[in-house]
């Protein structure tokens, strides 16, 4: 396993849209390995393949306390979204900013696991955001695009 390295925003490869894995392979075990370990060593929640510089529809979530719930996404696919939730969202490619966003609270996505077996699963809450955000990111968008207001400074206080 390795980290790798997190692109970030003004990066053309964050812009473009990214390709269907054709086979679940040891190659692409190898990249989600790395991409879960690069995730965690950032403290993030979700890692999308195009942030590592890779062109396919992967990511990786895990939104637990503990850090203790990996899930993978391997060609997913947004079955419906119902309902809305507004809150404040940040992303590894975009260190140091946040901004608010509101997207669907409700979300139920088809995917592949590691060993090509399709799953569909229903999120909400912030299980909901991230996995709408990192698919956001396999169609090359950011979530700054598409937030309420101004992208903020982590540090700075908050104007509500
Ligand atoms: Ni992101």
């Not at 996505?109 to 698919?135: P, S, W």
């Not at 396999?138 to 309420?148: F, M, T």
Request: aromatic share 4%; proline share 6%; charged share 30%.
């Amino acid at each position: 396993m390795a980290l790798r390295e997190i692109r970030i925003e003004g990066d053309p490869i964050l812009k473009k849209v990214c390709k269907p894995v054709a086979e679940v392979n040891d190659r692409i075990r190898e990249l989600v390995k790395d991409m879960l370990e690069t995730m965690y060593d950032a403290n993030g929640v979700g890692l999308a393949a195009p942030q590592i510089g890779i062109l396919k529809r992967i990511f990786v979530i895990d939104v637990s306390e503990e850090g203790n719930e990996p899930r993978v996404f391997i060609n997913p696919e947004i079955v419906k979204t119902w309902g809305t939730q507004t809150g404040d969202e940040g992303c590894l490619s975009i260190p140091g900013k946040t901004a608010t966003v509101t997207r669907p609270s409700n979300v139920i996505v088809r995917a592949y696991d590691e060993e090509m077996k399709q799953f569909e699963l229903e999120g909400e809450g912030l299980l909901a955001r991230a996995i709408l955000h990192e698919n956001d990111h396999l169609n090359g968008r950011l979530y700054i695009e598409i937030a309420d207001g101004p992208i903020r400074d982590l540090s700075a206080p908050r104007n509500e």
